[in-house]
């Protein structure tokens, strides 16, 4: 009686390593199937376009008969530094990129001190009172803001009216095209990097503040020498998100002026979806690409350092 026992409990402790242990112990091999979906969708919607829009950048893209394409080697890369319109379209999105960064972060820090401040009330309201046009879509806010800037009927040539200033051509003016759309990207982005920057405030030790105060230091001391050394990680976030966002300018000129007056709103995303869809020169659109994604590279590293090892991640 005792043998059969000890034969059926052998017998179940079998079926039990032959069915049930090996999904108890994963092996080497199960690993990698559960992980084959992964990276099969990685490689063919990541790595398999990034090849293939490299190889492009080489050609003389036929998009009819892709058979037919010509390999011109690195003519598309050399023509864009003989491209007069691109060129120009650079330097538009480097003046855009400067003045709505630098702009955007001062603004969006000033608020953030203001709702970060005892005294200050309606903290919560405000907070999403000035979060509410980041979620707006930018199709939305380039219409509004159309209107606002139209030189007839125009919100802010309405108001200017009463002040007894002439209306201008906000949209229309070469000279004041490019500061009206920084105003509206300030306008729209400025909430998304307030609450990152009032987040880094609140990360700040409030001893700080209090040994600063007993060693009789102003409040311009206290914000130069805690506040804006302690803030470094989120002010380096704010200028990494914020130039890479800006570099990809796209809505606003497509929607509220298409590049004009005078080339003065062209930026290289609307220059390179007309290359590609108007002109349709895709090899020579691609290398346009490849060309932001390297400056946006380069200055991405240059922020990495220049904030130095001070900034903690």
Known sequence: MHLQNSKGKKGRETLFNRIIKPFR???????????????????????????????????????????QSKFVDLDNYIK??????????LWNTTYYTLARVGGGIVVA???????????????????????????????????????????SFGLLNHYLKYVGLSPQGWLQDPL???????????????????VILLAGLYAIPAHYYEAAELDGASR????????????????????????????????????????????????????????AFTDLNFGYATAIAWLIFGI????????FKSYGKEVEY
């Open 220 to 275: 311009l001391q206290q914000f130069l020498k805690i506040t804006l050394p302690l803030l470094k990680p989120a002010l380096m976030f704010c200028s990494i998100m914020g130039i890479i966002t800006s570099f990809q300018i796209f809505d606003q000129v497509y929607i509220m002026t298409e590049g004009g007056p005078m080339n003065k709103s062209l930026v290289v995303t609307y220059y390179l979806w007309k290359k």
């Open 25 to 67: 112990v994963p092996s080497i091999r199960a690993a990698y199937l559960f992980i084959a979906p992964v990276v099969t969708l990685i490689v063919v919607f990541k790595f398999v376009p990034i090849f293939s829009a490299v190889r492009i950048s080489l050609l003389k893209y036929n998009l009819l008969d892709p058979t």
């Open 109 to 151: 820090l000033i608020i953030a001190l203001v709702l970060h401040a005892q005294w200050f009330r309606l903290k919560n309201t405000m907070r999403v009172v000035y979060f509410i046009p980041y979620v707006l879509s930018m199709t939305v806010v380039g219409l509004v803001w159309a209107w606002i800037y139209h030189p």
């Open 176 to 194: 004041l095209v490019m500061p009206s759309i920084v105003i509206m990207s300030i306008w729209k982005g400025c909430g998304f990097y307030m």
């Open 80 to 89: 864009l530094f003989n491209d007069r319109l691109f060129l120009i379209a």
């Open 296 to 303: 946006l590279t380069f200055l991405t590293v240059v922020q």
